[in-house]
């Protein structure tokens, strides 16, 4: 296993299309969380899953944002009618339920920029 | 909600020297866990140490160390022996103890440093 991967690396697209990115966490992780990192920032938490269910989301997940993890393995994340405010660095990561307490291993993440 | 602060947005520090970097964080919680993170120049963030809350004993790993301070709320980033390929950003990070699905991390803003040869 490689490690979490991103796709794509980096995205341009026009306000008001739809995106959307795909995250595959390491196999044997049952937890696969989705952050933003605007420049400047450190991270911030938007929404994370345990197999398919999610479980939390973040008041930063507005209604223009939906997240699947439709059979516990691959996730999407979906942005619809895109504003430039989302322009940002989109980051995935994944743990296993038992070993949430040692931190997470994430991907190298999908630079989104809106025009 | 819990917050973390990095006060310092950049810090410098010759190859081989030890430079220590700051993070401070609020909460009203008795358990949780503090992290540091290591991001290099557009590449993966790569978990660089760990703290639980209930340990008073501090973490090491290797160069790394940290200084925690609990009463003080208080978790420091000490690099010995700094290498050229320590430069990156690095990011303090809580997470709560307490469960119940509250399982997202919160970071700070982040240190850039510079290691100069």
């Known amino acids: 296993d490689t490690g979490v991967s991103q796709d794509p690396r980096h995205k341009i697209t026009k306000r008001g299309q739809n995106v959307t990115f795909r995250c595959d966490p390491i196999?044997?992780?049952?937890?696969l969380y989705w952050y933003r990192q605007t420049l400047g920032q450190g991270p911030e938490f938007l929404t994370y899953?345990?197999?398919?269910?999610?479980?939390?989301k973040s008041r930063l997940l507005s209604d223009r944002f939906s997240a699947e993890r439709p059979k516990g393995s691959f996730s999407t994340l979906e942005i619809q009618r895109t504003e430039q405010g989302d322009s940002a660095m989109y980051l995935c990561?994944?743990?296993?339920?038992?070993?949430?307490?040692?931190?997470?291993?994430f991907g190298s993440g999908t630079r989104l920029t809106v025009v | 909600a819990q917050t973390v602060t990095q006060s310092q947005p950049e810090m410098s520090v010759q190859e081989a020297e030890t430079v220590t970097l700051s993070c401070t964080y609020d909460?009203?919680?008795?358990?949780?866990?503090l992290f540091w993170y290591k991001q290099p120049p557009s590449r993966q963030m790569i978990l660089v140490i760990r703290?639980?809350?209930?340990?008073?004993q501090n973490a090491t790993e290797n160069r790394f160390s940290v200084n925690f301070q609990k009463a003080a709320k208080s978790f420091s980033l000490k690099i010995s022996d700094s290498q050229l390929g320590d430069a990156a950003m690095y990011f303090c990070?809580?997470?709560?103890?307490?469960?119940?699905?509250?399982?997202?991390?919160?970071f700070g803003k982040g240190t850039h440093l510079i290691i100069q040869p």
């Open positions: 196999s044997e992780h049952n937890r």
């Open positions: 990561a994944s743990s296993s339920w038992d070993r949430v307490t040692y931190g997470y291993t």
């Open positions: 990070a809580y997470r709560s103890a307490s469960g119940g699905g509250a399982d997202g991390l919160t």
């Open positions: 909460t009203s919680e008795s358990d949780y866990y």
């Open positions: 703290q639980e809350a209930y340990k008073q």
């Open positions: 899953f345990q197999n398919e269910a999610q479980l939390e």
